[in-house]
Nanobody
Framework: QVQLQESGGGLVQADASLRLSCAVS????????MGWFRQAPGKERELVAT????????YYAASVKGRFTASKDNAKNTVYLQMNSLKAEDTAVYYC??????????????????WGQGTQVTVSS
């Protein structure tokens, strides 16, 4: 059974930092591309960052590039999202997700089939 558990969200002021964690069981983060998504009230869920299987290359949405960093710890089977210089528009529920098959390099939401329950990030201006 695949389970993803996010943690690390909270309420911060603008320009602060947060680090989100996603503990994964049932899939090996080294073999599966992992994505971070977010959904703000009234908006579609959007991809924030991807860390690809194997070489651990990353992809970032333009809105967070240079501020957010995705990483993973294979020994802990955990992925992270370091968020710096947070802005009010980063306020959302953040989800981690696992790609539907090993070694699939994808940034398409439809290719992620397991999701965590989400963690709220609120940035006050």
């Amino acid at each position: 059974q695949v389970q993803l558990q996010e943690s690390g969200g909270g309420l911060v002021q603008a320009d602060a930092s947060l680090r989100l964690s996603c503990a994964v069981s049932g899939r090996t983060v080294d073999l599966y591309t992992m994505g971070w998504f977010r959904q703000a009230p009234g908006k579609e869920r959007e991809l924030v960052a991807t860390i690809f299987s194997g070489d651990s290359n990353t992809y970032y949405a333009a809105s967070v590039k240079g501020r957010f960093t995705a990483s993973k710890d294979n020994a802990k089977n955990t992925v992270y999202l370091q968020m710096n210089s947070l802005k009010a528009e980063d306020t959302a529920v953040y989800y981690c997700a696992a790609a539907r098959r090993p070694l699939l390099a994808t940034t398409e939401r439809r290719d992620y089939d397991y999701w965590g329950q989400g963690t709220q990030v609120t940035v006050s201006s």
